[in-house]
């Protein structure tokens, strides 16, 4: 294995006082579109990863950090590009890989080619120079010879540090809500469709000639080896074809599977708190049905409607004077094929409002046992499910139509207008062939496309009602100007409210009017209001959960614009009330360290422990079989309500934020465990505000 030579690659990689110029130049080769060219340098104590997410948001892109171990390094680089690695400070652009070749960006903006193996030693030898000294000197020590020293002290190194991750290669792709064109071409998406269709046509081409062929051998009875041996050729190729086209579905399904994932997941966590909440769970159930439907069906069935639109083409120019007829029976397809999927949105409409409505009541059961009369409990469900039937009824009507009518009365028709063609006396044998071989390709189509249009009407309706969630993924961002170092020096000014107004609809009364706050670093501040005077949709505005409608909101004496919504809220911890929180179906570190790092380090498991134990939660420590990697169950049900709370406190105190924001956090405790949480968050709070009734 070859030595790492600092010299050869020092040449190549960028300083790190010119990362912003390197992620610029990375993304600009990469074809990304650049939004800022000078991005500078991070700042001292801001951590590297952050700021290159942030710079790349900048740059019309996404930067991904991949976590590779170091036996799969040589694998993984091959692939991982465009992409941005950091070599011990210094940093290499890679523009395009290969099994044995990178293709990297110098800092003279030149393209060079460097082995991967070499790299891939590269980023192994600080960590491997001990150890392979040791090795070396124990395989000379045993005479293993040198021609296998190379491969033995490989598989040796992969045994003692192979599984250890390597956390410093960046991979840059397009944001989930670029335009949906360049998406579906970033995940070759159309490359593969169009490939699909070609390819598709190619294969129909060379079965109606080899049709052609055969059926001219039939009529004319008349059996000659040339044409027999060409017929046979042509079935031969036909193979090839029909294997690439089923590889390119594949291909085509996986594109555009992960593109409509990866949106939706982007459009989840860009809705704002008040769509969530008009949505309701059972709301949220229904798209994530929708979703899984729209993926699975979309493709199978639009990969079927589309080959099969392409075998109707292929039959009208085989049909020649009779086209027009097969151009009537596409036109009344198509007009069944409205009407079905009409009726068939209001059927969807109609089962995913008793979807939610059941999930609501799944939910609510407790209190539908408590609060509501016996004898109402099914009422709105018989109603709902009366016309659930009534509009299944109608669905199953247009479907027969479209399933089972149009193809057959196509093929009566076309062998109809075919019959006078074949009891001439003087028509061509070949010429009869290709028009029964059209008519019989259309019947084919008809069939294929009517079985199919059902999961088209499927994935319409799924676009339909998902839509929203794509469209939230296109929400803008808001990056900021420059990232800094959280810094709260105590006395200074942590954050300024003045004169904030905020109203939930833009034609309601504001909740909020004209509210000014100024707090101190280091100050603690209690929050007292009567219920419903706006105390939590002040802490909202202040965390960044909502944007004030009118006023100033500073935080170090800049705006959200200016520091950005990443950084703000990092620097902001708020533990909404118990109601808005959840716990996660994880362990309990992930719970408690989700907002500090992921996955964590010894350190954080360490400080989370003690947390909890300053919280009084060292019994529940204690009597968990796995501690904090035990699985606290959706939702904690295996917890008590101040258990849960405490749980959201040391959440929000673990996140080591300049201003911690407690919201009805104390309600449920106990007066003795009130005091220790008490104790716990004054003494871990740098700056804090508790918001509580009077």
């Not at 600009?28 to 001292?44: H, I, M, T």
């Not at 951590?47 to 694998?75: M, N, P, Q, T, V």
Request: aromatic fraction near 8%; proline fraction near 4%.
């Amino acid at each position: 294995m070859p030595d790492f030579q600092v010299p050869d690659f020092q040449a190549l990689t960028w300083p790190a006082s010119r990362l912003g110029e390197a992620l610029s130049a990375l993304a600009k080769q990469a074809g990304f579109e650049s939004n800022a060219r000078d991005l500078g340098a991070p700042e001292s104590g801001y951590a590297l990863e952050s700021w290159i997410e942030w710079g790349a948001k900048r740059l019309g892109c996404e930067a991904h950090l991949l976590e590779i171990s170091f036996r799969d390094l040589e694998d993984e680089l091959s692939a991982a590009y465009p992409a941005l690695l950091d070599l011990q400070g210094f940093f290499l652009l890679v523009l395009a890989g290969g099994q044995r070749k990178l293709r990297v960006l110098t800092p003279a903006l030149e393209v060079v080619r460097i082995s991967v193996r070499d790299l891939a030693g590269a980023i192994r030898e600080p960590l491997e120079r001990s150890p392979r000294q040791q090795f070396e000197k124990v395989l000379n020590e045993v005479g293993v010879p040198r021609a296998k020293q190379a491969r033995t002290l490989r598989l040796l190194m992969d045994d003692q540090s192979g599984g250890r991750p390597f956390r410093g290669c960046w991979i840059l792709r397009p944001p989930p809500g670029e335009s949906t064109f360049r998406s579906l071409r970033e995940a070759n998406s159309i490359q593969h469709g169009a490939a699909l269709i070609v390819t598709h046509l190619a294969q129909y081409l060379v079965w109606l000639a080899s049709w052609a062929i055969l059926g001219s051998l039939s009529l004319t009875g008349h059996l000659d080896r040339g044409w027999l041996a060409a017929w046979a050729l042509l079935l031969v190729t036909f193979i090839p074809f029909q294997i690439l086209t089923t590889r390119l579905q594949g291909s085509f399904a996986i594109g555009l599977g992960g593109w409509l994932k990866r949106r939706l997941l982007a459009g989840a966590l860009r809705l704002k708190p008040e769509e969530m909440r008009h949505s309701g769970i059972g709301g949220f159930l229904g798209q994530a049905l929708e979703a899984a439907s729209l993926e699975s069906l979309a493709i199978s069935g639009g990969i079927a409607g589309m080959l099969a639109a392409i075998e109707l083409v292929l039959a009208m120019f085989l049909l020649g004077r009779f086209a027009p007829v097969l151009l009537v029976w596409c036109a009344l397809a198509v007009l069944i094929a409205y009407r079905f999927t009409r009726h068939f949105e209001r059927w969807t409409t109609a089962r995913m409002e008793i979807t939610e409505d059941l999930v609501e009541s799944m939910v609510g059961h407790r209190t539908r046992l408590v609060q509501q009369c016996r004898a109402d409990w099914h009422t709105a469900e018989d109603v709902a499910l009366d016309r659930y039937m009534q509009v299944s009824r109608r669905l199953d009507n247009f479907g027969v139509w479209l399933v089972a009518a149009i193809p057959r009365s196509w093929l009566l028709a076309g062998l109809a207008c075919l019959a006078p063609s074949i009891l001439a006396p003087r028509s061509s044998s070949s010429q009869m062939a290709i028009l029964l071989g059209g008519v019989l390709l259309a019947y084919t189509a008809f069939r294929k496309l009517s079985s199919s249009f059902a999961d088209i009407s499927i994935a319409a309706v799924a676009w339909k009602r998902i839509r929203p969630l794509l469209k939230a993924a296109e929400q803008p961002e808001i990056l900021g100007e420059s990232p800094v170092a959280a810094q709260a020096v105590p006395g200074q000014k942590l954050m300024e409210a003045d004169r904030i107004t905020f109203r939930y609809r833009s034609t309601g009364n504001p909740a909020l009017r004209a509210c000014s706050l100024s707090i101190q670093a280091g100050e603690r501040i209690l929050l007292e209001g009567p219920s419903g005077g706006g105390k939590t949709t002040f802490a909202s505005l202040l965390s960044g959960m909502r944007q004030p409608e009118s006023g100033l909101l500073l935080m170090n004496g800049v705006d959200q614009h200016t520091l950005g919504e990443v950084e703000w809220r990092h620097r902001i911890a708020a533990a909404p009330q118990f109601h808005e929180n959840y716990i996660l179906t994880e362990t309990l570190a992930f719970n408690l360290l989700m907002g500090r790092r992921w996955p964590a380090t010894g350190a954080d498991m360490e400080e989370a422990e003690t947390v909890c134990r300053e919280l009084a939660l060292g019994d529940l420590l204690d009597r968990m079989p796995s501690g904090l990697l035990q699985m606290v169950g959706e939702g904690g049900w295996q917890l008590s309500h101040g258990e849960r709370s405490r749980i959201y406190i040391a959440r929000a105190l673990l996140q080591e934020a300049n201003l911690v924001i407690l919201d009805e956090s104390f309600a449920a405790l106990d007066p003795e465990n009130l005091q220790k949480a008490l104790e716990c968050v004054l003494r871990r709070a740098s700056t804090l505000m508790v918001i509580a009734h009077p």
